[in-house]
């Protein structure tokens, strides 16, 4: 069993930063590929980005291209999300999950076995 914990949401200007967090518990943490989705209001959860497990092989939606970055520690069971600028349409809640085969990098929610409770992120301006 994996359970996942978000953090490092909140209020930014557009143009601004932030950094996600997601903290993992579970011994086969690093045997899978993890990812981030958003779901803004009234519409439906959207992919953002995905990691392998060795964190060599990433994919990132093209909205976020150049702007957003995945990595993970998995020393640490982490998985990072650093977002770079921002933009008003950015603003959703963010869910980190883990599944699928180590190797792959998948894209669809249906690949993904483990989900966290999500953490806002509001982008003004």
């Known amino acids: 069993q994996v359970q996942l914990v978000e953090s490092g949401g909140g209020l930014v200007q557009a143009g601004g930063s932030l950094r996600l967090s997601c903290a993992a518990s579970g011994r086969t943490f690093s045997s899978y590929a993890k990812a981030w989705f958003r779901q803004a209001p009234g519409k439906e959860r959207e992919f953002v980005a995905a990691?392998?497990?060795?964190?060599?092989?990433?994919r990132y939606a093209d909205s976020v291209k150049g702007r957003f970055t995945i990595s993970r520690d998995n020393a640490k069971n982490t998985v990072y999300l650093q977002m770079n600028n921002l933009k008003p349409e950015d603003t959703a809640v963010y869910y980190c999950?883990?599944?699928?085969?180590?190797?792959?990098?998948?894209?669809?929610?249906?690949?993904?076995?483990?989900w966290g409770q999500g953490t806002q992120v509001t982008v003004s301006g």
């Open positions: 990691i392998s497990w060795s964190g060599g092989s990433t």
């Open positions: 999950a883990a599944g699928g085969p180590p190797w792959a990098v998948p894209t669809t929610i249906d690949e993904y076995a483990y």
